[in-house]
């Protein structure tokens, strides 16, 4: 079974023309709420917020960023009502009990809020101008953002979450045993409280920042492992050490990595 919408509807404006509009706004049910489900989001330009809520389907809104509707004015329209048509390109599909969504690049920044049932999977993906934010959802959790900061705040399961240029801030309430997790960024801080019970193997590296828990991590002893060892045609020799520590928290556990190349890094026991 196969769910198609693609929203281009008129925007309904106020008294005076070039009112910025509310949005769009569409619900999506899953073919089959008995089976795990999975949303799958990929913006170019602007935020994404997926929040968790009691009910069986997926509902989205689209928001327009009112600077970004009101650029690039041509000469020949100096004075006049900008009057959209269109509206955001917001496409949402199920398949298979995965909703996937997207919004058309062309139409400046677009914010998406989405509500999704608590316990769904989620792959969310967006490039420039705006934060991922994640509230109360259970599942597999996989979050990129290049040009934004990543927010998961009170989820459970497992997580990979990377930031290129941004921090990364996630509290997990619980976590699925056994299951590998990954918290990265290139340009930002690593921020990550876990549960007190967490058991876990790490594996933390800073190139330019400390790394700070408040978790009694036993951390295994110092391999000095080289990243780059020889001798250049000028006949200078060079080693270059690895900075990746290594520790076990609770006794150990599946691997979690923590790395930043600008940045530090803070492990958090939830009170």
């Given amino acids: 079974m196969k769910n198609a ?6 925007l309904t404006f106020g008294a005076a023309l070039g009112q910025e509009s509310s949005g769009d706004r569409v619900t999506v049910p899953f073919s089959d709420a008995s089976r795990p489900r999975m949303l799958k989001v ?52 199920e398949q298979d009990n995965v909703v996937r969504v997207s919004t058309s690049p062309g ?10 049932p ?3 999977s989620l792959q969310l993906r967006a490039v420039n101008g705006g934060a991922i934010n994640v509230e109360h959802v ?24 990377h930031a290129l240029n941004g921090e990364v801030q996630v509290v997990l309430d619980q976590i699925q ?15 990550v409280t876990l549960p007190a019970d967490a058991k876990a193997r790490v594996k933390m590296k800073s190139d330019h920042g400390d790394v700070f828990s408040d978790f009694d991590i036993t951390l295994a002893p110092s391999t000095g492992s080289a990243l780059e060892e020889g001798t250049s045609g000028k006949g200078k ?13 609770n006794g150990g556990g599946p691997e979690m990595q923590f790395t930043t190349l600008n940045g530090r890094i803070y492990i958090r026991k939830k009170k």
């Fill in 5 to 10: 919408i693609i929203i281009s509807a008129l």
């Fill in 42 to 93: 990929s913006l170019v330009n602007g935020g994404i917020t997926v929040k968790g809520y009691e009910g069986k389907d997926v509902i989205i809104e689209a928001r327009s960023r009112g600077s970004e509707r009101r650029r690039n004015v041509p000469k020949k329209a100096e004075g006049m009502h900008r009057i959209d048509v269109g509206s955001y390109g917001l496409t949402a599909e």
């Fill in 107 to 116: 139409r400046g920044d677009v914010d998406l809020v989405i509500q999704v």
């Fill in 118 to 120: 608590v316990s769904t």
């Fill in 138 to 161: 259970t599942g597999e959790i996989d979050v990129d953002n290049v040009n934004g900061p990543v927010k998961l705040l009170n989820v459970s399961g497992v997580v990979v979450a």
């Fill in 177 to 191: 045993a056994g299951k590998p997790m990954s918290f990265s960024s290139l340009n930002g801080d690593i921020d």
């Fill in 237 to 249: 020799y060079r080693v270059r050490l690895d900075k990746t520590v290594y520790g076990t928290i």
